[in-house]
């Protein structure tokens, strides 16, 4: 019985070694968590329970649970490595198989999906209006994250908001002789860049023109290009009645419809509202406070970004952004309960409970860290501690043999 004892205690302790020994192999190793080896000792039983005089026949490995605490985050030089900063797993395809990770390593494959080095997709809720401020995302549907590596559609101006301050005492001027090519024929004028729907931008400028006190015209003029002939074309609208009370301020109305014909290159004419709201006539000079419009070219993809709450957004060269989809997470009532897959990944299973998919921040899931990963849980020092103890464990067990055999070899030798 004590050989058997101490051999109990040297495949224990020789476990403890390799669980430790795993540990320190995996310090580098992204996301992983730390196991330990948990052990329960051993009594025979009999009638009726444990009798009061069982000694015990040594201790049995119960179990090597992985421990799920935060591991420190690492700041990279990669946009798409995430890192997790609180509970809750990534969710990944694997070939038809859905696996889970704390492991952010994430790169774009040549299909354009977001993929870890083991060529899993990462799985993440599709938005429902991708063009939206605020979009909304299906949390009902899991799809593979694919960046969109094409041109972001034009948008032809559809508002033009002009905010100037027109000076009081300016010359009355008569709007029958207006001429945009005439700079006496108006008393100021400001321009700006609009786009059609083909995305090709066109100068646009504005002119003003006093024609009674407390009463203004203003005038549009689109340049279109040249037409099948070369000769420069421009659109002209207007004019638009402004009219002020004796406070400066303008009254209604202050906005206007100012279109155009279609332009010589196949774009549609423009069909914008002109805003004068805010626009003033007061003492001082000439001033334009804002003038703003919001179209815009196409655009090239310049890059990704993914926040904090999972959103990915695809960056143009035009300055507009398009929501490409939304991280999805995974947690589990007993994540120690997961399978362990190897390459940091685990599988659901029955002791583990179901997967509870949400977004990133929401319920009791963590947020995303882009540019960063998460390290291993592992205290080197800790461990290199834990290596001794299980050392000295095996030798100690090691010497239980020893006297048992010495004491074995005193029986035998009585004569």
């Not at 403890?16 to 020994?21: A, E, K, N, S, V």
């Not at 549609?268 to 006539?281: K, S, V």
């Not at 419009?293 to 957004?313: E, K, Y």
């Not at 998919?357 to 929401?362: M, R, S, Y």
């Amino acid at each position: 019985m004590p050989f058997n004892i101490g051999l109990s205690g040297l495949n224990a302790a020789q476990a403890d070694l390799q669980t430790t020994g795993h540990n320190v192999s995996n310090a580098g190793t992204t996301g992983f968590k730390r196991s330990r080896a948990e052990f329960g000792d051993v009594f025979a039983q009999t009638f009726g329970g444990i009798s009061q005089t069982a000694i015990g026949s040594g201790t049995r490995l119960q179990a090597v649970t992985q421990q799920f605490s935060q591991g420190r985050t690492e700041f990279t030089e990669n946009g798409l490595d995430l890192a997790i900063n609180g509970e809750g797993f990534f969710v990944l395809n694997d070939q038809g198989n859905t696996v889970y990770t704390r492991a952010g390593e994430f790169q774009v494959d040549r299909d354009g999906f977001l993929v870890n080095n083991q060529g899993q997709q990462l799985q993440g809720y599709p938005p429902q209006n991708a063009s939206a401020a605020d979009p909304e995302f299906n949390t009902g549907q899991l799809n593979d994250i694919r960046l969109q590596t094409g041109d972001a559609d034009p948008q032809a101006t559809g508002e033009i908001e002009a905010l100037v301050n027109l000076r009081s005492d300016a010359e009355n001027l008569d709007p029958a002789l207006f001429d945009a090519a005439d700079p006496d024929t108006y008393n100021f004028s400001t321009a700006l860049t609009v786009y059609d729907s083909l995305g090709t931008a066109r100068d646009a400028n504005l002119f003003f023109v006093k024609t009674a006190d407390l009463e203004w015209q203003a005038h549009a003029r689109v340049e279109a290009g040249v037409d099948a002939a070369g000769d420069p074309v421009a659109f002209d609208a207007g004019p638009f009645d402004l009219s002020f009370n004796n406070s400066g301020t303008l009254e209604e109305p202050t906005t206007f419809n100012l279109t155009t014909p279609d332009f010589p290159n196949g774009a549609a004419g423009l069909d914008t509202e002109l805003d004068f709201g805010g626009t003033t006539q007061f003492g001082g000079d000439f001033a334009v406070n804002d003038l703003s419009q919001d179209g815009f070219a196409s655009g090239r993809l310049t890059g990704v970004d993914i926040d904090d709450s999972g959103v990915v957004f695809a960056r143009f060269t035009n300055g507009q952004s398009r929501v490409l989809g939304q991280v999805a997470m995974a947690n589990f009532t007993n994540p120690q309960g997961l399978e362990k897959l190897g390459n940091n990944n685990w599988a659901e299973t029955f002791a583990a409970g179901d997967p509870v998919l949400a977004a990133p921040g929401t319920s009791n899931l963590g947020t995303i860290q882009a540019g960063a990963l998460e390290a291993a849980n592992v205290d080197i020092a800790q461990e290199l501690v834990n290596l001794i103890t299980a050392q000295r464990n095996f030798q100690a067990n090691a010497q239980t043999i020893s006297t048992a055999d010495q004491i074995t070899q005193t029986i035998i030798n009585i004569r």
